[in-house]
């Protein structure tokens, strides 16, 4: 049985059939669909949704209205209430699944309120994915029908006085629709494993038993899984246990420092499809090959809005000001990073996720993740964020024939001025100095704002290589271990100072 060949429930059907309209029209649609859902719940009452409905200009009274939320400021005022059992707080109805997001300085754990309609949302979206491969060239057919590898948290949830509680893969698959469950690996038992060494072994048992087209997950957990199978069974790559492999479909973190790791297990080329799937809802996906970026779901159950991430509307530490500028989407520019914004059928409203993103096509609403708001680094006004260091390891990469799959940088003092701290995970032969002064040349043609501080208060650059497997334990030590757990790429506060102990 062909997976795009299958009967999808009706309501689903219909939905994927909604005709084409533009960027502006289809989210002002979904607003209004989301505002008319939650209009008597207590989020929806204190902030008039009934009299944001009857507004000619929904987008901009809802923008005027409904102040932004951080994780911090919404779960104090409203998501507490809904873990206590409360209904009708930011949702119609009880919230009974939450997803444990990772924390930061805002809090150890986060728990995300995750509802049948968000859920049944990111179905259409996923669904939007699958179909866009009958536009792919070359790719094979025969394995789309195959099973789906799928690397996640466990299912096996966290139960609480009046919810469950885990990893948002965990309970995706915990409610996975019934017509998938042919296709689904490892299938529900392994998937129910809690401990990740366990469930990594088990997969690693049963790996013989199944034809995998798919694999999906986190890089860093999906090229560990299929090490140890190409060890336990002493293969030259993958593809000898797994000939119909064709896709890899990843997100969450840039897949090119993984890359050449990927390429050493394979025995034929992968077709990569990037997805933005956040806790917080379905955001985007490729929906062509070759894509330059992933195209927002605009039309299905999200509401977005983009804060220019400058110094204007954030902070020196990535915190968003009081009343910062938010565009819709027909307002957004390419080339320009912006702070996303999700109002979703979960009751999640003006959220900042903190991620950060940009467009690479307005006309196709495409967009390329390219940091977090917190996990940038500017102690000098040198603005270094994530995609310039990502692009900065991709290019010293390539030129020096190595591999480099982690890393994170922290900013230390260094005197009366500042310096940054590279940490590299690299199993190859190469010269620290080198990497170092080849590393810090790329970021100065990347990024104006940092070669002018690294002649000012920027003065040095220290970097550290160390095995990486060193970056792997410490996520293990931390319980960060699977799922979609990724390593930070910039240290700060408590984690800074527990990765320095560690690698002592």
């Not at 289809?26 to 209004?32: E, G, S, T």
């Not at 900065?392 to 940054?420: R, W």
């Not at 095995?467 to 334990?473: A, D, I, L, N, V």
Request: with cysteine; glycine share 8%.
């Amino acid at each position: 049985m062909a997976l795009i060949d299958i009967s999808l429930p009706r309501s689903i059907a219909r939905a994927l059939r909604l005709p084409e309209r533009s960027p502006k029209r289809q989210q002002i649609r979904v607003l209004k669909k989301l505002l008319k859902k939650a209009r008597f719940t207590e989020f929806g009452q204190a902030y008039r949704f009934d009299e944001l409905l009857l507004s000619k200009h929904a987008g901009k009274k809802f923008q005027q209205h409904v102040p932004v939320f951080d994780y911090s400021k919404i779960y104090a005022q409203w998501w507490q209430q809904t873990l206590d059992g409360k209904p009708d707080v930011c949702w119609p109805g009880k919230i009974k699944f939450f997803a444990l997001s990772s924390g930061t300085s805002e809090a150890a754990s986060k728990y995300i309120p995750i509802t049948n309609d968000l859920m049944r949302g990111n179905k259409i979206v996923m669904i939007k994915q699958l179909l866009s491969l009958r536009t792919y060239h070359d790719i094979s057919v025969r394995s789309i029908g195959k099973g789906w590898l799928m690397l996640g948290g466990s299912t096996d949830l966290q139960k609480g006085p009046t919810y469950y509680a885990g990893d948002l893969s965990g309970i995706t698959a915990k409610k996975m629709p019934f017509w998938f469950s042919p296709f689904y690996k490892p299938g529900k038992k392994i998937a129910r494993t809690k401990d990740w060494d366990n469930k990594i072994e088990a997969i690693v048992e049963n790996a013989p038993n199944w034809d995998i087209g798919f694999v999906v997950g986190v890089p860093a957990w999906i090229q560990m899984c299929m090490e140890k199978i190409i060890e336990r069974y002493n293969l030259k790559t993958i593809h000898d246990i797994w000939p119909n492999l064709a896709f890899f479909v990843h997100g969450g973190v840039s897949f090119e420092p993984y890359k050449k790791g990927f390429e050493k297990l394979v025995g034929k080329p992968l077709t990569y499809i990037e997805t933005y799937l956040a806790s917080e809802g379905f955001i985007a996906y490729q929906d062509r090959q070759y894509a330059k970026g992933m195209r927002l779901a605009l039309n299905d159950h999200i509401f977005f809005e983009f804060i220019p991430f400058n110094d204007e509307n954030f902070d020196a530490e990535g915190n968003v000001v009081e009343n910062p500028e938010a565009l819709m989407i027909h307002e957004v520019e390419e080339g320009k990073d912006y702070a996303i914004l999700l109002s979703t059928a979960a009751g999640a409203w003006r959220y900042l996720i903190g991620d950060t993103v940009r467009f690479v096509d307005t006309g196709r609403s495409e967009i390329i993740i390219t940091g977090r708001t917190k996990h940038f680094l500017s102690l000098v006004g040198e603005h270094l964020s994530v995609d310039n260091m990502n692009r900065a390891i991709k290019l010293v990469s390539d030129e020096l024939n190595i591999h480099i799959p982690e890393y994170t940088v922290a900013g230390v003092p260094h005197g009366l001025f500042f310096a940054h701290q590279w940490y590299v995970a690299c199993d190859d032969q190469v010269d620290a100095q080198l990497l170092r002064e080849k590393i810090d040349a790329k970021l100065k043609e990347l990024n104006d704002d940092y070669a002018v501080e690294r002649g000012s208060a920027l003065k040095d650059v220290f970097l550290t290589i160390l095995p990486e497997s060193r970056f792997m334990e410490f996520m293990h030590s931390k319980g960060k271990i699977g799922g979609q757990h990724k390593f930070p790429r910039v240290m700060k506060g408590k984690m800074l100072e527990d990765w320095k102990e560690f690698v002592q």
